[in-house]
């Protein structure tokens, strides 16, 4: 209960009496708040009212058969239930929708993503890196990884993969799958249209003629329309270059030597790097599966092959092994198109066309003037 002494207060009003109209419910008595305890209705029990000081409103409890009343109270020089304010809330309410903040203690804990991806699902790294030492300058090494799934508006389904390291690497071999670093691609689809933009496989339709398989680097579209229920078309479009050149090793096999066996570029090259996940290995014949607990192992950075326990090594097995090798004098361009009709599920009718071609003028590991091509060619003849 809040009390108050006039007497000790040098703002306190000094007595105050008024004569109000009764009402039958409530009377407003003053502006100010009234101090508690002040309040004295003449002639009337303190069981037929209750005073809302600081308000200063007065509640019939009981309705007193009376015309008037006279009051007696002091009041504090405040009205507590005025709002102060520099301000007009009611003009910041009309420029700016101001939302309240609610404090929830369980997800205090919960932080905002530094990126929001909306409904996408990302995953990935980010990190940055000094390296010195008493021989060497500072160098600066750089990471960024990421991966991200979702849906976007219109029904538009994304899928890709980033990354940016200064120093690139490969993934290691003794896996049946293996994680690819390297790899960076875009790919949108909605309904069955899909686009690739990146790095991506390019391989041939399940046909007899014409296999083929290689890493690239470029665009891809494919649209599969179904006409009607009978009659269908699937057709793919492919423009790129390739990462790699095509190389093939017969391994000369020893007695009880599992390895390693170190391949050779098609002329001659001992240090190069395999393109992870294009190699084909072949025992007798046989296609052998990667994985420590399969057939072999492989290290895409030294170009090395170990086999496994499970394929025991003579000297007169015939081993083949067929690899991309990122060895690139030119540019190797790579354009495709595919298109199959199904009629009736009964009559397939296919197309392939395949071309793939150096643009020999249009060299990556150096450039060459006029003189220099001109030197080459009369050397030759």
Same mark, same amino acid.
């Given at each position: 209960?809040?009390?108050?002494?006039?007497?000790?207060?040098?703002?306190?009003?000094?007595?105050?009496?008024?004569?109000?109209?009764?009402?039958?419910?409530?009377?407003?008595?003053?502006?100010?708040?009234?101090?508690?305890?002040?309040?004295?209705?003449?002639?009337?029990?303190?069981?037929?009212?209750?005073?809302? *000081?600081?308000?200063?409103?007065?509640?019939?409890?009981?309705?007193?058969?009376?015309?008037?009343?006279?009051?007696?109270?002091?009041?504090?020089?405040?009205?507590?239930?005025?709002?102060?304010?520099?301000?007009?809330?009611?003009?910041?309410?009309?420029?700016?929708?101001?939302?309240? *903040?609610?404090?929830?203690?369980?997800?205090?804990?919960?932080?905002?993503?530094?990126?929001?991806?909306?409904?996408?699902?990302?995953?990935?790294?980010?990190?940055?890196?000094?390296?010195?030492?008493?021989?060497?300058?500072?160098?600066?090494?750089?990471?960024?990884?990421?991966?991200?799934?979702?849906?976007?508006?219109?029904?538009?389904?994304?899928?890709?993969?980033?990354?940016?390291?200064?120093?690139?690497?490969?993934?290691?071999?003794?896996?049946?799958?293996?994680?690819?670093?390297?790899?960076?691609?875009?790919?949108?689809?909605?309904?069955?249209?899909?686009?690739?933009?990146?790095?991506?496989?390019?391989?041939?339709?399940?046909?007899?003629?014409?296999?083929?398989?290689?890493?690239?680097?470029?665009?891809?579209?494919?649209?599969?329309?179904?006409?009607?229920?009978?009659?269908?078309?699937?057709?793919?479009?492919?423009?790129?270059?390739?990462?790699?050149?095509?190389?093939?090793?017969?391994?000369?096999?020893?007695?009880?030597?599992?390895?390693?066996?170190?391949?050779?570029?098609?002329?001659?090259?001992?240090?190069?790097?395999?393109?992870?996940?294009?190699?084909?290995?072949?025992?007798?014949?046989?296609?052998?599966?990667?994985?420590?607990?399969?057939?072999?192992?492989?290290?895409?950075?030294?170009?090395?092959?170990?086999?496994?326990?499970?394929?025991?090594?003579?000297?007169?097995?015939?081993?083949?092994?067929?690899?991309?090798?990122?060895?690139?004098?030119?540019?190797?361009?790579?354009?495709?198109?595919?298109?199959?009709?199904?009629?009736?599920?009964?009559?397939?009718?296919?197309?392939?066309?395949?071309?793939?071609?150096?643009?020999?003028?249009?060299?990556?590991?150096?450039?060459?003037?006029?003189?220099?091509?001109?030197?080459?060619?009369?050397?030759?003849?």
């Amino acid at each position: 209960m809040f009390s108050a002494n006039a007497q000790d207060k040098e703002w306190h009003s000094s007595k105050l009496i008024k004569t109000i109209v009764n009402a039958k419910d409530s009377i407003i008595i003053d502006s100010l708040s009234i101090i508690p305890g002040s309040l004295y209705v003449e002639n009337i029990d303190t069981s037929f009212y209750q005073v809302d *000081y600081f308000r200063s409103i007065l509640y019939w409890k009981k309705v007193a058969s009376v015309d008037s009343i006279v009051i007696s109270y002091r009041t504090f020089p405040l009205f507590f239930y005025k709002k102060f304010f520099h301000k007009d809330a009611q003009k910041i309410e009309q420029n700016f929708t101001m939302t309240p *903040y609610y404090y929830n203690a369980e997800d205090a804990g919960n932080t905002a993503p530094f990126v929001d991806f909306g409904n996408v699902n990302y995953l990935g790294s980010f990190g940055r890196a000094l390296s010195f030492g008493n021989s060497q300058d500072v160098i600066l090494n750089s990471q960024f990884n990421l991966q991200f799934d979702g849906e976007l508006g219109d029904s538009i389904h994304i899928l890709g993969a980033i990354t940016d390291n200064n120093i690139p690497f490969q993934p290691q071999g003794n896996t049946q799958q293996i994680q690819e670093f390297d790899k960076v691609f875009i790919q949108l689809k909605r309904k069955k249209t899909t686009l690739t933009v990146g790095d991506y496989e390019m391989k041939s339709a399940n046909t007899y003629f014409m296999n083929y398989y290689k890493r690239v680097q470029g665009a891809m579209i494919s649209n599969s329309v179904d006409f009607n229920k009978n009659l269908s078309n699937k057709m793919t479009l492919g423009a790129s270059l390739a990462k790699g050149k095509f190389s093939r090793n017969t391994i000369v096999a020893l007695e009880g030597n599992q390895g390693p066996y170190k391949l050779t570029g098609p002329n001659g090259e001992q240090f190069f790097i395999v393109l992870a996940g294009t190699e084909k290995v072949y025992l007798d014949g046989m296609l052998l599966q990667r994985g420590e607990d399969l057939d072999y192992i492989i290290d895409y950075n030294t170009a090395e092959v170990t086999f496994m326990p499970k394929r025991l090594i003579t000297k007169d097995l015939r081993i083949v092994i067929e690899f991309e090798l990122a060895d690139r004098n030119y540019l190797n361009s790579l354009v495709y198109f595919n298109d199959e009709i199904s009629l009736n599920n009964k009559l397939y009718l296919k197309l392939n066309v395949y071309s793939n071609q150096d643009a020999k003028n249009q060299g990556i590991q150096q450039t060459l003037d006029s003189t220099q091509k001109r030197f080459f060619i009369n050397d030759w003849r």
